[in-house]
């Protein structure tokens, strides 16, 4: 008794507008609701870089901080959940936080 297996071709199926504009709709409403609801923190200027971010936490509950001094190198990218702290000699944050 022999087996005999068929194998076609399947071709791939068409997407219609209507349907990829529903994607396309999901990916920016899903994109839009990760943003945080603040991108930048002026009342936290002068204060101490741990006040500083307890403040901004309850904005942004699951950011990142790196706490740098002023005029001190970083990397150009942008990171959505980091927000940049830069501290003068004194240590109190000397420019506005903002998110990247």
Same mark, same amino acid.
């Given at each position: 008794?022999?087996?005999? +297996?068929?194998? #076609? ?16 709709? &999901?990916?920016? &409403? ?10 930048? /923190? ?7 870089? @741990?006040?500083?971010?307890?403040? +901004?936490?309850?904005?942004?509950? #699951?950011?990142? &901080? ?8 970083? #990397?150009? @990218?942008?990171?959505? /959940?980091?927000?940049? +702290? &830069? ?8 420019? +506005?936080?903002?998110?990247?």
């Amino acid at each position: 008794m022999a087996i005999t +297996i068929e194998i #076609t071709a399947m071709k791939p199926k068409r997407v219609s507008g209507a349907c990829m504009a529903l994607l396309i709709l &999901f990916l920016l &409403f899903a994109f839009v609701s990760m943003a945080p609801a603040r991108l930048k /923190w002026s009342e936290v200027v002068g204060l101490k870089p @741990d006040l500083a971010e307890k403040r +901004i936490r309850k904005d942004m509950p #699951t950011a990142k &901080f790196q706490v740098l001094k002023v005029g001190q190198a970083v #990397t150009m @990218d942008f990171i959505p /959940w980091r927000v940049r +702290i &830069f501290v003068d000699s004194a240590g109190n944050v000397a420019r +506005i936080p903002v998110v990247g």
